[in-house]
């Protein structure tokens, strides 16, 4: 494949680069690095600002997976979460039904539910959502890169609905070509080393060892067909 010609990267190139020799998709790991640093900045020093409390009224909070992420790892502290949340529990509290019939409460809970589908989006959803849009600009536009095409060579591929947006941008057949050809065969990779991990836990071949990419395999597998982020226990994070 023909390389066009190198520009000095940008900080969003080097980026992508680097999240290249991280594990998974490399536009999925910058993503969750964006989250990660925008919560962690959140939690720290933004709990006590209005404007932000506000604008996490507007959407009631985070979303279901990014509360997931909150609470299964350690970037919330209980007080900062408590100043966020309580404010958010009495607006929803001046909003909930009086009513003491069931049917009627039933209905008013029913509405209250349905008017959350005009809230504002969760504010972790809308920065992973940018860094994915900066990702995916710059992965599009770079592919004719010989360093970036190694690089890509060398990660473990883009998931499918990462594959499916940068797909509807690249215009070039060659680059589509390429992108099919890098994901059939992280696919293939996937397969062998899972195929790998099973025959191993056969009782007759357990003394061959299962390596730690034939453990991985399942994971990477799940999480490049489904586009959910990797996380490993022990792995060093950005």
Known sequence: MKSTTERPPSSSHYDLLLA?????????????????RYLEALFYENVNDPGTRDNLVKSLGFCDEHVRLLLNTRI??????????????????????????????????TGLISASDGLRNCA???????SS???????????????????????????????????????????IGFLLELTRTKLEKRGSEMAEFVR?????????????????????????????????????HD
């Not at 290249?20 to 990660?36: E, I, N, Y």
């Open 133 to 175: 849009e900066r990702a995916l600009h710059e992965l599009a536009k770079s592919l004719g890169e010989e360093k970036l095409r190694l690089a890509l060579q060398e990660s473990d591929g883009l998931c499918f609905p990462h594959l499916a947006q940068v797909l509807e941008r690249v215009q070039n057949p060659e680059y």
């Open 76 to 109: 919330a502290d209980g007080l900062g979460a408590s100043i966020i949340y309580e404010n958010i529990v009495n607006v929803i509290l001046r909003k909930f039904p009086q009513q003491r019939e069931s049917s009627q409460s039933a209905r008013a809970i």
């Open 124 to 130: 972790a959803c809308e920065q992973r959502d940018a």
């Open 200 to 236: 191993k836990n056969d009782h007759r071949f357990r003394s061959e060892g299962i390596t730690r990419e034939e453990a991985l395999a399942w994971r990477k597998a799940m999480c490049m067909i489904s586009g959910a982020s990797i996380t490993l226990t022990g792995e060093k």
């Open 20 to 36: 290249c020799k991280q594990t998974g998709c490399p536009v999925c790991r910058l993503s969750a690095r964006s989250v990660k």
